[in-house]
């Protein structure tokens, strides 16, 4: 059960891509700093959070919910080869984590 609910999971958000374009969009974006990459993904999910609030209700039941997904699903990591910040899409990893099957 835990592993068809990880596929479907899995499967809803990779459908959802277009819904979460701003973050796909700019992974390949290079931020002088991480405020201005911390910023930019603050941004992105200001606005999507309604969208996939009201697209997947079995996985978000508030606002917090989408917030603390998108939070810990798109991080900005520094990247030393090319000298900048980069927004990394975790969405697999954290499908897949417990703190994701521990919700309600």
């Known amino acids: ?6 596929t479907f999971a899995l499967a809803a958000t990779a459908l959802a891509t277009p819904a979460l374009a701003n973050h796909i969009l700019n ?5 002088a700093s991480r405020g201005a990459c911390e910023a ?3 941004q992105f999910s200001a606005e999507d959070r ?3 609030l009201d697209r997947f209700p079995t996985f978000f039941h508030r606002n917090g919910d989408v917030a603390s997904f998108l939070t810990r699903a798109f991080t ?5 080869a090319e000298q900048a910040w980069f ?3 975790h969405r ?3 499908l897949a984590s417990e703190w994701f099957q521990r919700k309600p």
Do not use: K, N
């Open 40 to 42: 930019a993904v603050a």
């Open 1 to 6: 059960m835990r592993l068809a609910t990880i």
């Open 92 to 94: 697999g990893e954290i």
């Open 50 to 52: 309604e969208m996939l």
């Open 76 to 80: 900005c990591e520094f990247e030393s």
């Open 87 to 89: 927004i990394h899409d």
């Open 27 to 31: 992974l390949d974006t290079p931020y």
